[in-house]
């Protein structure tokens, strides 16, 4: 029996190009505030406010930059390596070895310029869950497979 078009299977690989445009946006962003703040912080006056304020925009920065660059190479243990999508569902298969299932709620966010989409949703659990996909993380044919597929959550 033939697959109906909704259903699609398919692997994650990481997305190496993307990760190094990610790394040229967060080191030197990173850098600056943390070198910025340093200063500002051991010279001590009036300013030394700013120093605490860039130092935490620095590590926060530090944070999210490596959360993103972990999750789009697939090393972080939240990161969907595999994706099912049906008629009831969306599931993912992340690299911790759980599953996550979209059952409820589920909205489809495409960008304009075709190079990633965000997907949410309710899990089973009632807990709501996010998730970006990069096109670099599938096969040209998977992507749009998958874009046709979830077009219907929009």
């Not at 962003?29 to 300013?47: C, I, N, Q, R, S």
């Not at 925009?57 to 697939?74: C, D, E, H, Q």
């Not at 569902?89 to 690299?95: A, D, P, S, Y």
């Not at 989409?117 to 096109?135: C, N, S």
Request: aromatic share 14%.
């Amino acid at each position: 029996m033939a697959r109906n078009w909704q259903e699609v299977q398919c692997d994650l690989r990481p997305d190496k190009a993307g990760t190094l445009w990610d790394l040229a946006l967060y080191v030197p962003t990173v850098g600056v505030l943390l070198l910025w703040g340093m200063k500002l912080w051991y010279a001590g006056g009036d300013e030394q406010w700013i120093g605490y304020a860039l130092m935490f925009l620095g590590f926060f920065f530090m944070m999210v930059g490596g959360g993103r660059v972990m999750r789009r190479l697939l090393i972080h243990p939240q990161a969907p390596v595999s994706l099912d999508i049906n008629r009831e569902r969306v599931r993912m298969k992340l690299k911790g070895g759980q599953y996550a299932s979209l059952m409820k709620d589920i909205r489809f966010f495409a960008d304009q310029a075709g190079k990633s989409f965000g997907l949410t949703g309710m899990d089973a659990m009632g807990t709501k869950r996010q998730y970006v996909f990069h096109r670099k993380q599938f096969i040209e044919d998977d992507f749009m497979a998958v874009i046709k597929a979830l077009d219907k959550y929009k």
